[in-house]
């Protein structure tokens, strides 16, 4: 499967109630939406919710987006993948990089679901599916 583009949105959602805890309160939550699209024009979404300030991890909401964007989704847009696209994208995506967890996250969730859309299923039926395929190998 061939990533041809991906796109980036910011998301603000304002609390119920204010998030509390010794490093303070947060009124609303922010986080950056992942878009991976394929030449078929199937579509996958992933979520990268890093706080703004690093009270909670070491990652910020504006640090994950500056890596996303420059160092790896270059890695993956425009790029062919063999066999499992999930897998193959997290390889990708590790090479050289330790941590950053939460902006991995969002690309790697997002190639879940473009993988669970181009085989016309749903992204739990598609987990599944996956998890019982690899403990029969164990």
Do not use: Q
């Not at 796109?7 to 950056?32: C, D, K, N, T, Y």
């Not at 390889?91 to 690309?107: H, K, M, P, Q």
């Amino acid at each position: 499967m061939r990533i041809a583009h991906a796109e980036l949105f910011e998301l603000s959602l304002p609390l119920l109630e204010p998030f509390v805890i010794s490093g303070g309160a947060i009124p609303s939550r922010h986080s950056i939406i992942v878009v991976l699209h394929d030449d078929a024009g199937h579509v996958g979404y992933g979520e990268c919710p890093p706080f703004d300030l690093p009270f909670y991890s070491e990652e910020t909401l504006a640090g994950a987006r500056h890596l996303i964007e420059r160092v790896l989704l270059p890695r993956v847009v425009n790029r062919e993948f063999e066999g499992a696209l999930p897998e193959a994208v997290d390889d990708a995506l590790r090479d050289g990089v330790r941590g950053n967890w939460f902006a991995r996250a969002g690309i790697e969730t997002a190639a879940w679901d473009l993988e669970a859309h181009a085989r016309n299923t749903g992204g739990d039926a598609h987990f599944i599916e996956r998890r019982s395929r690899y403990s029969k190998m164990l």
